[in-house]
């Protein structure tokens, strides 16, 4: 079993419609859960940072933590063309030299017109 | 400045060639790291450099070879390459490897082994 599964997509939905990614893990120590925009051609970047269970809102973007589950999730509202990028979950646990980072595949996203 | 700068954003390089890769942050921070970006496959953690020491390896064959001469500065010397090396090669920075450091990314270098 992975470490972190995420479906690769690609997703297509038309503007304004709500998205939902998602993310499973096995490993039951990552404390920390994080989500990344990647656009094309560019580094990724961080959007959501979460750390207990629950939700945390960001404008158009909600991240939900399930730890009894192991399942997280990004919500994006409102969705907008510009949102199309690949979106990478991220998860952490402190190991022996500090946070270690595990990432998920991506999934692709286009938000069409 | 930009966050997190690497040179050169694109690579193409003979399987004989000796070159580098370089990153600079611009955001104090003391922990860098480079990884490897492959299409459809997880972000893959290659070395770990805290306030200049490396501490982590992870398995990365020796033609990879990591030098970090500073807190802000990384680099990435390639030689003897594969095919299969062809990736994004993405450099990021934090400000410490505590329970809080967030991971701020270049925007890569692609690399192409031929």
């Known amino acids: 079993q992975k470490e972190v599964e995420q479906d690769p997509g690609p997703l297509s939905v038309p503007e304004g419609a709500i998205v939902s990614l998602n993310c499973t893990y096995s490993?039951?120590?990552?404390?920390?859960f994080m989500w990344y925009r990647q656009y094309s051609r560019k580094g990724p970047e961080l959007l959501m940072y979460?750390?207990?269970?629950g939700n945390k809102e960001d404008g158009r973007f909600t991240a939900q933590v399930d730890k009894s589950s192991k399942y997280i999730s990004l919500f994006i509202r409102d969705s907008q063309p510009s949102d199309s990028a690949t979106y990478l979950c991220?998860?952490?646990?402190?190991?022996?030299?500090?946070?270690?980072?595990?990432f998920g595949p991506g999934t692709r996203l286009s938000v069409l017109p | 400045e930009t966050g997190v700068t690497q040179t050169p954003r694109h690579l193409v390089m003979g399987m004989t060639n000796k070159k580098s890769l370089k990153c600079e942050q611009h955001?104090?921070?003391?922990?860098m790291y480079w990884y490897k970006q492959s299409a459809k496959k997880p972000l893959e953690l290659m070395f770990v450099?805290?306030?200049?020491?490396?501490?982590e390896n992870n398995s990365v064959p020796s033609r990879f070879s990591p030098e970090c001469p500073n807190s802000s500065h990384l680099f990435l010397h390639l030689h003897t390459l594969q095919p299969e090396d062809s990736a994004l090669y993405l450099c990021?920075?934090?400000?410490?490897?505590?329970?809080?450091?967030?991971?701020?990314f270049g925007e890569g270098s692609r690399l192409t082994v031929l």
């Open positions: 955001l104090g921070h003391n922990a």
């Open positions: 991220a998860m952490s646990a402190l190991d022996n030299y500090g946070q270690n980072f595990v």
């Open positions: 450099y805290n306030f200049k020491e490396q501490t």
């Open positions: 979460t750390y207990s269970s």
């Open positions: 490993n039951s120590a990552f404390q920390y």
């Open positions: 990021a920075s934090s400000l410490n490897r505590g329970p809080t450091g967030e991971l701020f």
